[in-house]
């Protein structure tokens, strides 16, 4: 008899905290927000103790990652060494192409960032989550970070900040898989896309390409600054790696490559620039 | 407060630390370790399905403060984790059989990974769905299994005598 209501007890529980959950994820789904206040308040107060014991511990993590990551360190170590010889080759021709850029950069009216003011941020945290590319800034509100700011650095465009607190904020990485860019291409004049983030540590993909478009392989995409969009036109997004036809659709599905080095992300910059400013 | 509260609360403080300090920073091609998987799973095992399922709840929504996943997931796959080991450990299995629990601890987290993207589907977060899920199933599942004894070890320091289990008068001290 006792053990019956004990097992009654257990799945009365059960079942109120499942529906618990369920309704507090639904009601976080639409839009409520106060779980983003909270969540910038509490890593405000732990970030001093979490940066104290990881200042402790880095090499330790240094090590381990060094050892397991030997055989890719090695490798990417003498293709850097091919980059560096490469580039040495092309320090002559890159004053051209510098020339050819800053032509370039005019014709997209790239000129309008430079006079964007930004605030230089230091990287505090990369991906908590397994699930979600994202990165964590030592700036918040008290330096002018706003949710929906983007984020450039590393040769690109970063992200886009998604909350913030007083003292940090949140960045969603371009290869997050629910980021989307709106791109153009800087060949073209009329050729737009979407750009996907597919995941971490992935490549991102823009779909269903016009077949018109000459999308050819290492064809850089820049933000296209569409009237309601969310980043300002010209920041390069990423280079087109691979393009394939969608059989029977008349289409082009492309890979891109993101622009910025997003492992290497120590400082970035936080454009002070909102959607319709 | 009682005591094993407080016990119990140092115990998930400490263990949240070291994910945030340690294992976020030690990623094996951007996947890292999640201790928040073997925490919820030794709740069962150690206080039976209802102490389960609410300290599986409890804990994954404090970790869901400091996500960037949607508020309360983490906490759902928690508290079904909790409620389905603490059946089993209400049905006889035995937290004091050593090669049980870091099996148990890494079955659970494999099932964890996957429930994680599946139940976001539902509130239409369809991009978890594009994690590497092998990746993290493979390295949460290593993970799990090796942290399970000291987390036991901790989680049975934290019980005090009394334990969590519901025989033993343990719900009136929560």
């Known amino acids: 008899m006792a053990r019956a209501q004990r097992s009654r007890k257990t799945t009365i529980t059960v079942v109120v905290l499942v529906l618990l959950s369920v309704t507090i994820l639904t009601a976080n789904a639409q839009g409520d927000s106060s779980a983003n206040g909270v969540r910038g308040f509490l890593h405000d107060l732990t970030q001093p103790v979490v940066s104290s014991v990881q200042a402790v511990f880095r090499p330790v993590g240094n090590f381990f990652a060094g050892s397991v990551n030997y055989g890719r360190v090695a490798d990417e170590n003498a293709q850097l060494r091919y980059t560096l010889n490469h580039l040495q080759q092309q320090a002559v021709t890159n004053s051209l192409a510098e020339a050819q850029l800053k032509q370039l950069l005019a014709l997209q009216h790239l000129a309008f960032i430079g006079s964007t003011p930004t605030v230089m941020a230091r990287t505090i945290d990369v991906g908590r989550s397994n699930f979600t590319a994202t990165i964590t800034l030592d700036k918040g509100t008290t330096s002018g970070v706003l949710v929906g700011m983007p984020v450039v650095g590393s040769g690109g465009l970063v992200g886009r900040v998604i909350s913030v607190s007083a003292d940090s904020a949140t960045v969603r990485l371009v290869t997050d898989a629910s980021s989307s860019v709106s791109v153009a291409f800087p060949s073209m004049t009329t050729e737009q896309a979407i750009v996907h983030g597919e995941g971490p540590d992935t490549e991102m993909s823009a779909l269903y390409l016009p077949t018109g478009a000459k999308v050819t392989k290492g064809s850089l995409l820049l933000t296209s600054g569409l009237a309601g969009g969310v980043y300002p036109a010209g920041i390069p997004v990423g280079t087109v790696t691979s393009a394939s036809s969608v059989a029977g659709a008349g289409a082009v599905d492309v890979t891109v490559s993101p622009a910025a080095d997003l492992s290497n992300l120590g400082y970035v910059d936080v454009l002070q620039w909102t959607a319709g400013s | ?174």
């Open chain 2, 1 to 174: 407060m009682s005591p094993k509260l407080l016990r119990t609360t140092a115990v998930v403080t400490v263990l949240f630390l070291v994910q945030f300090s340690l294992f976020d920073s030690w990623a094996i091609s951007g996947v890292h370790v999640d201790c928040i998987w073997t925490l919820a799973t030794i709740g069962g095992l150690l206080g039976g399905a209802r102490f389960g399922a609410t300290f599986g709840f409890s804990v994954g929504l404090a970790m869901d403060l400091f996500l960037p996943t949607p508020f309360g997931l983490t906490a759902l796959v928690c508290c079904l984790v909790g409620a389905v080991v603490g059946q089993l450990a209400d049905r006889g299995l035995d937290a004091d059989l050593g090669p049980v629990v870091p099996g148990v601890c890494a079955i659970a987290a494999a099932a964890s990974v996957l429930c994680y993207p599946l139940l976001g589907v539902f509130i239409g977060a369809n991009e978890l769905l594009k994690a590497p899920l092998l990746l993290i199933v493979a390295v949460d599942t290593l993970a799990s299994a090796c942290l399970a004894l000291p987390v036991l070890q901790a989680m049975r320091w934290a019980g005090g005598r009394e334990g969590f289990a519901p025989s033993q008068k343990a719900p009136s001290a929560w």
